[in-house]
């Protein structure tokens, strides 16, 4: 009995394996499409939202004062929408773009798809997307604008190296202020 039990015991182990080690190709020689799926699997979503995963976001505007406050580093605010097309544009090029990425990692980063109760934070209105520098001692920096005269702090994809003097600016104002 005991000889009976321990064959089918591994010849269920002996199918078990032959059905993991078998290839995934289909009988006419290509890949399962099945089984493709999976080569890169979706990184679970971060508080980058797309925006830089490699880069250190807060999570909220509360977290971020504090981190600016105790590390003396001003912080950059992104107020967009993900359903937005200009945001998604925006996003795009600020996710690519190597100066804006490793200027970034000098902030407390925040990205933000609902609006806080702060109203310093909408200083011309609340529309997507806009970009605000607060420094350490926790001042929004409303003199730090985009091109628009109606949209102080908005930016579109053309405008990244304007982005990226201003993030320049931001800290720079914090060098001066020390």
């Not at 609340?126 to 605000?132: G, S």
């Not at 607060?134 to 702090?153: C, E, H, K, M, Q």
Request: glycine share 2%.
């Amino acid at each position: 009995m005991m000889k009976k039990n321990l064959a089918s015991i591994l010849i269920l182990v002996l199918a078990v394996l032959h059905t993991l080690a078998k290839e995934t190709t289909t009988k006419d020689g290509r890949k399962d499409p099945k089984e493709a799926k999976e080569k890169h699997p979706k990184l679970p979503q971060t508080l980058s939202r797309g925006w830089g995963d490699q880069l250190i976001w807060t999570q909220t505007y509360e977290e971020a004062l504090f981190k600016s406050k105790t590390s003396n580093k001003p912080i950059m605010i992104i107020h967009h929408l993900e359903d937005c097309p200009h945001s998604q544009a925006l996003k795009k090029v600020f996710a690519e773009h190597k100066d804006i990425q490793k200027l970034a990692e000098k902030f407390i980063l925040l990205n933000l798809v609902y609006e806080t109760t702060d109203k310093h934070l909408a200083p011309d209105g609340q529309y997507v997307p806009r970009i605000l520098f607060v420094d350490p001692s926790l001042t929004v920096r409303a003199d730090i604008t985009g091109r628009y005269s109606n949209r102080l702090y908005a930016y579109e994809p053309q405008d990244a190296s304007l982005l990226y003097s201003n993030m320049q600016k931001a800290l720079n104002l914090l060098k001066t202020e020390l």
